[in-house]
């Protein structure tokens, strides 16, 4: 157990050291609450007027009406936790097909600065959850944002780090805490994310956006780096479609357009662009 997390003493994130990191890839404005609605809306606002550099980023010490996707909530203890939002502002000629995959290269993102910083074996649940051993750690919830100066994207990303089990609202729910059984520097993985989702984006932006390009190190595409983090390819999963009808198949590829392609028992193959996807329990009791 983490000796400081049922006192009240988290430690709180280290500013100076979060704007050096940013300013080392060239990134915006930080601007970190001690606590707020929703770092998704404060971003929101804040790039309403187009003058809001790319790549600004807002935190937050404690989120206390997290957005999750189709009105669901995301529920966080103060400083228990991360929740970060980031400003993409696309250049000219960058792909519109490219920005939903905004989304997944955070999430890709969090998942290597998580293996990286923890040793735990993360992985990308299609389309957005960040999970290990079955459990939910993280999860990400992009917004289109019209702002003067043209069309651009807000990515907030949430990470449970320090929580105990009682701190956790659903049972799916893990904290890098649990996971590890010791505490993890929240200000050492949030500097880890921004530089991850700052080279990862440079190398996409390069390409204007073109998920299918070798741009990033070994000729890899962006297609093809998220798809190396998606731990649903080759399980068995329910996708539970928004029409409320539920496609059971084998989760065969990562499509072109960051779609979920999936198989089903009669050997036909489906397109699926938005669902909530439920891993099925194997044989051998684990689930990915
Ligand atoms: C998500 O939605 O997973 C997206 C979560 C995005 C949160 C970030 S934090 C920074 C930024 N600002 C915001 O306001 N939001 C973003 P979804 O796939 O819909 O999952 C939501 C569901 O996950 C809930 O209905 C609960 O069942 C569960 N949940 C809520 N809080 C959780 C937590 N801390 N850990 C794991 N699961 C949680």
């Known amino acids: 157990m983490n000796p400081d997390s049922a006192t009240g003493q988290r430690p709180p994130l280290d500013h100076a050291r979060l704007r050096q990191a940013m300013a080392s890839h060239g990134m915006g404005e930080l601007h970190i609450s001690q606590s707020t609605g ?37 529920e966080t203890p103060a400083r228990s936790s ?102 993890t520097d929240r200000t050492e993985l949030m500097a880890g994310y921004l530089g991850r989702v700052a080279e990862l984006h440079g190398s996409f932006a390069a390409v204007h956006g073109r998920a299918q390009a070798p741009a990033l190190a070994h000729g890899q595409s962006l297609r093809g780096t998220v798809a190396a ?3 649903s390819l080759g399980h068995q999963v329910d996708a539970h479609l928004p029409d409320g009808s539920v496609l059971r ?20 193959a489906h397109h699926v662009l938005a669902a909530d996807v439920f891993h099925l329990r194997r044989s051998d009791g684990s689930y990915a």
């Open 38 to 74: 929703s770092t998704n809306d404060d971003l929101v606002e804040r790039a309403k007027d187009g003058s809001l550099a790319h790549l600004s980023v807002e935190s937050t010490e404690h989120q206390m009406a997290g957005h999750g996707r189709l009105g669901r909530g995301w």
């Open 82 to 183: 991360l929740a970060i939002s980031i400003f993409f502002r696309p250049e000219p000629g960058f792909d519109p097909a490219g920005l939903p995959w905004l989304s997944m290269l955070c999430a890709t993102a969090m998942v290597q600065t998580i293996r990286e910083r923890t040793g735990l074996a993360a992985g990308l649940k299609w389309p957005n959850d960040v999970v290990a051993e079955g459990f939910k750690l993280g999860g990400v919830l992009a917004q289109l944002v019209v702002t003067p100066s043209g069309p651009a994207v807000v990515v907030g990303t949430g990470l449970n780090v320090d929580q105990e089990r009682a701190e956790l609202p659903v049972p799916t729910a893990a904290s890098l805490q649990l996971l590890r059984g010791t505490g």
């Open 229 to 231: 983090s998606l731990v």
């Open 249 to 268: 198949g084998t989760a065969e590829e990562l499509g072109a357009d960051g779609a979920l392609i999936l198989r089903d028992g009669r050997g036909q």
